[in-house]
Nanobody, 124 residues
Framework: QVQLVESGGGLVQRGGSLKLSCAAS????????MSWFRQPPGKEREFLAA????????WYADSVKDRFTISKDDAKNTIYLQMNNLKFEDTALYYC?????????WGPGSYDYWGQGTQVTVSS
């Protein structure tokens, strides 16, 4: 059974940093794309960043590319999202997800498994 479990969310002051983790289990992910999305209250789910599990290539949404960094630890089967200089508009539920290919990774419809999400709240 495939499981993606996010952690690391919480309450952080504006300008602060957080590092999210997503532990993956249940199958071999070496040919998959792993991504981070977020969903602010009342809004649609938004792509943030992706990484290929095998080669480590990365992609970012323009809105976060200068502040967020996606990475992976093969030994731990875990991907991360380092978030710096957090803003009020970064408040959202953050999800990790896996996709079987690079096709359509910018939209949530291409992903077959999702974690349960971890809440990030940025305060003043």
């Amino acid at each position: 059974q495939v499981q993606l479990v996010e952690s690391g969310g919480g309450l952080v002051q504006r300008g602060g940093s957080l590092k999210l983790s997503c532990a993956a289990s249940g199958r071999t992910f070496s040919n998959y794309v792993m991504s981070w999305f977020r969903q602010p209250p009342g809004k649609e789910r938004e792509f943030l960043a992706a990484i290929t599990w095998g080669g480590g290539s990365t992609w970012y949404a323009d809105s976060v590319k200068d502040r967020f960094t996606i990475s992976k630890d093969d030994a731990k089967n875990t991907i991360y999202l380092q978030m710096n200089n957090l803003k009020f508009e970064d408040t959202a539920l953050y999800y990790c997800a896996s996709a079987p290919s690079l096709q359509g990774i910018w939209g949530p419809g291409s992903y077959d498994y999702w974690g349960q999400g971890t809440q990030v709240t940025v305060s003043s």
